[in-house]
DNA sequence: AGCTAAACGAGACGGTACGTCGGGTCTTGGC
DNA sequence: GCCAAGACCCGACGTACCGTCTCGTTTAGCT
């Protein structure tokens, strides 16, 4: 059993929260390049060495609030929805000025450490990823979709449209994820 | 005359050009979140003051290193090509791990400062995009591509696809850009 | 009777003993600026806590080791002999170069801290001092030295000189005792 | 010619004055064990990074008070006097609790660094040594004091005295310089 | 040629944050 | 109730950069 018997007092899961959650507050406020170790243990009540002892980076603690779902973007949420639900609800999620400033902070998070851009792509874009590509892959298989799309391929296109709207800081109105699936996959939404 | 009569010691175009320089050779190495003004001016034996003289912050010297054409990503040049050709020769020069660094730290900096994002978009992404978009509307318009595209929304998607991958250190299989124009126009790259 | 029953386990006097051996061991090593508690403890193979638990500060565990007699210094060993031995076992020791070391962390641990200082002043210096003082006065009482001696005051002179050298970092030369002796008493080491 | 061409922004010798005499005033009021680089810093209304650019601990800024004249003790300054005046300046100067809390402090600081001990010597004990020991001489040859009197040994012996009883804690009483005088000179205050 | 004015290098200054060390306190489980 | 283990908050350490501020020096255009 590899298993170590637990020894001296036990870990503070309270702490643990606390700092995460003063993270995706600052990452909102803030941004990721003036986020600071000193920052986040001071919002979340905790010593400076209690986060050192657990993160060895500020993206460490960035990728494991994205992993443990205290830093939560909508679109995962909806990978059993339709296409074009999951890029409206992207869309819309990601149109707010403060969900998007979250969306650049996450993605420059993700440029300092791949460690963060694993966990983001875990938790975040992966799921919404793969549920895309499935749906698009049933469509297809069903004839309703050309037969040319590579559904892999198509939800990259679909999520970096978003994506490079978002960092090029360019709103999407209201109807984009329409014209998005209608563009990439030539289907109306009701279609698909 | 809005137009000040010089006067006094006159700047140092070498001094601004080795900055430039020592700016994009640093964002290679070291990426965004480790580039320091300090780092910046040691390297390009200039004074800290003098870079303070005519910039506020580190992400004003990528912006201008970026306008000036210090700092070149392939895609833009390739405007006049024929989509696919575009999109090879990013996927191609983004393939390369060097570039995709860059790449990454282009982007925090976008994430950082809206000043960055916008001098990144209007003299990288957003030339691409715009030849692109004109290249698609031509297919559109002459019947070679679906009349269901939306050539703005096209762009988008072939741009943010590639980006897409890049920040979340995919890397392109070779005939990766084939694969996108197929998906996302319907076309096979010859006939575009 | 106030004797309280003892209840629980008992105090380790293995632990006890470990960590004054390992102050001492320290105070010869890094002197007494650098001597931490985290350090004894380690040394002593004991937990922080039960260091904590039995002595307030790293003066206190000074003050014990040196009243255990787990520090020694000569001088008060030789009590018991004549003017000059005792001066000459004093410089011989005190001059070799641990020894001088020893010395100043303990001048600088009774700089720190009162308690520390009664502490040495009682097992080390006090015995010195009186020992030196009775014989002193023994000779005065004889005739063997000059009447306007004051015992106690003649001892301050014969151990505050020592240890002025050894403050300054000054060797004492081998027949310093002697010379010492002579000057001060006005005696030959062998008349007293 | 070796001296080199100022360049930069002149050294603040106003900072320099003040971190000096804030070090002083905490060597008196906290001594040398909970003397801290940061407190020194923050009561002289300096920045850390200052003092550490001048200064490479904190044994070395005590130093420099010392030789700087910013830290005084009486003793040095009556090296003019007669030797009973000398010892009674500083019997009666170290007699004051402030006072000999700061020769506490400076014999920590001796202890601690070969340095500060070099410093302290040249500066304090040093020269009033050699007057003592200058007069003791004359005395010697004037006939005025015992023949068998080393000088140096026998300022050993007087300053010696005065430190044993600081460090130790032990008042001394008002005529204590005499005493001192009279036991190790063989002399009352007058006569010599 | 001398004067004026601004840029330049050097480098000190007050700061903020870094990542680490140690100090004391506390909370577990085992003896 | 002692003890090892180890987490906790706190404060100081020494370092790296920040952005600002003098300095003396350099390099132009204008008298």
Redesign the interface.
């Known amino acids: 059993m590899p298993e170590p018997i637990p020894r001296g007092r036990p870990r503070s899961e309270q702490s643990r929260r606390a700092t995460l959650e003063a993270t995706r507050e600052l990452l909102h406020s803030v941004?990721?390049?003036r986020l600071t170790i000193e920052g986040i243990a001071s919002a979340a009540g905790v010593s400076r060495q209690t986060v050192y002892r657990w993160w060895r980076a500020k993206s460490a603690i960035v990728a494991e609030a994205v992993l443990d779902g205290v830093i939560i973007l909508p679109g995962a949420a909806a990978a059993g929805g339709s296409i074009a639900g999951i890029l409206n609800a992207m869309g819309a999620s990601l149109g707010s000025p403060e969900n998007a400033g979250l969306v650049?902070?996450l993605?420059?998070a993700?440029?300092?450490d791949?460690a963060a851009?694993?966990a983001?792509?875990e938790r975040m874009?992966g799921p919404t990823h793969a549920a895309l590509a499935r749906s698009i892959a049933d469509g297809v298989a069903r004839g309703a979709l050309?037969p040319?799309?590579?559904p892999e391929?198509?939800a990259?296109?679909?999520?970096?449209?978003?994506?490079?709207?978002v960092?090029?800081?360019q709103d999407s109105p209201p109807g984009?994820g329409d014209?998005?699936a209608?563009?990439?996959l030539?289907a109306t939404p009701g279609t698909a």
Chains 1, 2, 3, 4 share one sequence.
């Open positions: 941004g990721y390049d650049r902070a993605a420059a993700a440029a300092d791949p851009s694993e983001l792509y874009t050309r040319d799309i590579d391929v198509a990259d296109a679909l999520i970096g449209a978003v994506l490079y709207r960092l090029t800081r984009y014209d998005l209608a563009t990439v030539g």
